[in-house]
C-alpha cells in the first residue's frame, strides 16, 4: 500500500514517500487530531472512549473517502507501548495509507523512562511495523518524525506534505523575567531541512505544500492575534451552547475564517498573553512562499482556521472522546480537518464534523463547515 520514494534519485532525496493521485478526482488527506488513546478504555468494547473514536474515524471515512490519513500526534494519553501498538493495528485495518507526528503525550518516556514507550522503539514500529504507516525518524538534529510525502499525478508532483516535529512544551523567560511554559521551537536544522526540501521540489515543479505539526507554529498565534480583536474578553466570555463563528473576531478575518478559539492557553501558542518566542518559522514561509497551510492539534477546545499573510493556519478538530473531551461530543465539536488536492495544490480545507450519537440531540454541526464566515452557526 505505501511507497517509499527510490525510483528516481532526485526524487529520493526530495520525497521519502509518494503517492499517486487520480487525474480524475481530487485527493483526500483527512486528519485526525489529539485520539489521546489509554489501554484500559481501547481494551473494553463498552467504552464509551473507544466506541467514540471507533465510529468518529469511520464515519469520516464513509463520509470524506479519504486517500491518506494524517495524525497531528498525541495518539496515547500515556505513552504506553500497547497503545502504540494497538493503534497501529487499528489504523493498518483501515487499508489507508497513513502517516502521524509525535505529540508531547507521546513522549512520556522522558518524564517516565520506565513507564513509557522508548522514542527508540516508537521509531522502530512506526518504519516497519505497519504496511500502510509512512514513517522516517529523519535526523536526529530536527528531533524525531520529520519527513516528506510527494503526492503525484502523473510525473507531476501536485503537493508535498511536511510532517514535523514540534518537540515539547519548555520554560521561557520574558524580556521582564517572568517565567512561562510555552511550545518548543522549529529548530535551525529543522528550518535548513525544510528550505532545501523546498528547493528540491520545486526543481520538480511541485510548488504547493502543507506543514503537519502537534503543537502550533508561532504563525498560528501571530494569526489567532491578528483574528481576534479581544482575546480576553473572548475567551472568558464565550460558552459551548453560545458560540458562534465570528465572536470577538475582526471584521476583516470572518469571510476568510472559520472555527472556534475557546482556550488561551499554551495549547494556542498564546500564554498569560505571551506569544511563545518567534523562531523565524513564519517568515520563513512567507519568504519561501511554498506552504499554504500549516495544521497543528494539540489543543481539544481550538479548532480555528485563520488565513494569515498568505497561510492558512489551522488547529485541527479534536478526534474521539480521548481526554475526557466532553465537551467536544456535546456542542459538536468532534471529527477532523479535511484537505481536497487538485491537479494546482490545495483548493480546500475545512472541518468534518461528527456527532457521538449518544449526544446527536444535543450536536448541531453536520457535515462540512468552512469559510466563508457563516453567521448563523452555533456549535
Not at 525544510?194 to 526543481?203: G, K, N, P
Not at 475526557?324 to 456535546?330: A, G, L
Request: with cysteine; hydrophobic share 35%.
Amino acid at each position: 500500500m505505501k511507497t517509499e520514494c527510490c525510483c528516481r534519485p532526485e526524487v529520493a532525496g526530495t520525497f521519502d514517500f509518494v503517492l499517486e493521485k487520480r487525474p480524475d478526482r481530487d485527493y483526500v488527506i483527512l486528519v485526525l487530531s489529539d485520539t489521546q488513546m489509554l489501554a484500559w478504555w481501547w481494551s473494553n468494547e463498552a467504552s464509551p472512549e473507544r466506541n467514540s473514536l471507533r465510529y468518529t474515524i469511520e464515519e469520516l471515512i464513509n463520509n470524506t473517502d479519504p486517500d491518506l490519513i494524517l495524525c497531528t500526534g498525541d495518539i496515547t494519553a500515556d505513552g504506553r507501548e500497547e497503545v502504540f501498538r494497538d493503534f497501529g493495528v487499528y489504523m493498518d485495518s483501515l487499508e489507508i495509507p497513513w502517516a502521524t507526528v509525535w505529540g508531547n503525550h507521546d513522549h512520556t518516556y522522558r518524564i517516565f523512562p520506565d513507564y513509557g514507550m522508548s522514542l527508540a522503539d516508537m521509531e522502530a514500529l512506526y518504519t516497519n511495523g505497519f504496511k500502510n504507516c509512512l514513517f522516517c525518524a529523519g535526523d536526529p538534529a530536527m528531533g524525531s518524525g520529520n519527513f516528506t510525502i510527494g503526492i503525484c499525478e502523473g510525473e507531476r508532483f501536485v503537493e508535498a506534505i511536511f510532517m514535523m516535529d514540534s518537540h515539547t512544551v519548555q520554560a521561557y523567560t520574558d524580556a521582564d523575567g517572568h517565567e512561562f511554559m510555552s511550545e518548543a521551537s522549529i529548530n535551525d536544522a529543522q528550518q535548513a531541512w525544510y528550505r532545501e526540501r523546498v528547493e528540491a521540489m520545486r526543481q520538480l515543479g511541485c510548488l504547493d505544500s502543507t506543514i503537519v505539526t502537534h503543537q502550533p507554529l508561532t504563525g498560528h498565534a501571530m494569526a489567532f492575534r491578528a483574528a481576534l480583536a479581544d482575546l480576553d474578553t473572548y475567551t472568558s466570555q464565550l460558552r459551548p451552547d453560545s458560540a458562534k463563528y465570528g465572536v470577538g473576531w475582526r471584521e476583516e478575518y470572518k469571510d476568510t475564517s472559520f472555527g472556534i478559539f475557546r482556550v488561551k492557553c499554551d495549547c494556542a501558542g498564546l500564554v498569560c498573553g505571551h506569544i511563545h518566542p518567534d523562531d523565524g518559522m513564519h517568515d520563513l514561509l512567507r519568504t519561501l512562499g511554498h506552504t499554504k497551510n500549516a495544521v497543528c492539534g494539540h489543543c481539544h477546545e481550538n479548532n480555528m482556521s485563520v488565513l494569515f499573510e498568505g497561510i492558512r493556519y489551522t488547529h485541527g478538530l479534536k478526534t474521539g472522546g480521548g481526554a475526557n473531551s466532553y465537551w467536544n461530543f456535546d456542542f459538536g465539536q468532534n471529527g477532523g480537518t479535511v484537505i481536497r488536492v487538485a491537479s494546482d495544490g490545495v483548493t480546500d480545507l475545512y472541518h468534518e464534523y461528527v456527532p457521538y450519537p449518544d449526544f446527536f440531540e444535543k450536536s448541531q454541526c453536520h457535515g462540512k463547515v468552512r469559510a466563508p464566515f457563516d453567521p448563523e452557526y452555533n456549535g
